[in-house]
């Protein structure tokens, strides 16, 4: 378990047995590997206070497991007793990424946004080794 990690992209979850990975870390954002970049997933907020980041927000817990990554989220933007729930697990009878999100205790009008893209297909730094790209990629 880790709490309020600094990390990004430390997390190799894979699936089956090919060279697909998606890399996730301490912090709620993936990369997916195909091999060659497969492009960038990350999670926000939006409420009347603003937009955020899931990445940015206060506390965050991750907890790995293999093939799997668990965060508990809690942010100002969620209410006193906010608390999303993000799961993200490797398939693996085929390469693909499942994320689920559970919110309890949110105030009212909290929507969650993700994003996606940067799909480009290069290779990076030693073919793609976790923890030889920069960051953010």
Not at 7 to 16: C, D, E, S
Not at 69 to 96: K, N, T
Request: aromatic share 8%; hydrophobic share 40%.
């Amino acid at each position: 378990m880790i709490e309020n990690g600094t990390g990004f992209f430390n997390r190799p979850l894979y699936g089956g047995n090919t060279a697909f990975r998606v890399d996730a870390g301490d912090k709620p954002e993936f990369v997916l590997y195909l091999p060659g970049r497969g492009g960038n997933l990350r999670f926000g907020l939006r409420s009347a206070e603003g937009v955020k980041w899931l990445q940015d927000a206060k506390d965050i817990v991750a907890r790995y497991r293999p093939g799997e990554m668990l965060y508990e989220i809690s942010d100002p933007m969620l209410g006193d007793s906010g608390v999303v729930h993000l799961e993200a697990v490797a398939m693996s009878r085929q390469e693909g990424l499942l994320v689920r999100v559970e919110a309890d205790g949110i105030g009212p009008g909290v929507v969650l946004l993700w994003a996606y893209g940067g799909v480009n297909g290069e290779r990076g730094r030693r073919d793609g080794d976790i923890g030889t790209e920069n960051v953010p990629i």
